[in-house]
């Protein structure tokens, strides 16, 4: 992750675009990626979500890809390490939604 986040802070720095990498407009930027996503699997059914065309499969890699470079740009310029602060988020999770509540739910922890 670190050698990722060093070359998208290259990458940026490379091509002067750390005027545009503000927060907010990092953050603007991921969600339109995400939303890229989203995309692909619209009016799709469960069963096509889970087997994509190869093309389509591809074009969803590649979205993936954004997001992961924004997300990794954002949390560079915020400072935050976005391995260790999923650690302490999943760490989190384990007390919200433990096992013998969550299991084979999708219900929200506040609903246990």
């Known amino acids: 992750m670190k050698e990722l986040i060093k070359k998208t802070r290259i ?4 091509r002067d675009w750390e ?42 890699k590649e979205e993936i890809a954004d997001v992961m470079i924004y997300l990794t740009r954002l949390a560079d310029r915020l400072g935050i390490d976005p391995v260790q602060a999923a650690e302490e988020k999943m760490q989190l999770n384990e007390k919200k939604y433990p096992v013998d509540k ?7 922890y506040t609903e246990f």
């Open 102 to 108: 969550a299991k084979g739910r999708a219900a929200k």
């Open 19 to 60: 005027q545009f990498h503000s927060p907010k407009n990092l953050a603007m930027a991921l969600s339109v990626e995400v939303a890229e996503i989203v995309e692909h699997f619209q009016w799709l059914s469960q069963a096509e979500s889970n087997s994509l065309e190869p093309a389509k499969l591809a074009a969803v």
């Open 11 to 14: 990458f940026a720095q490379d």
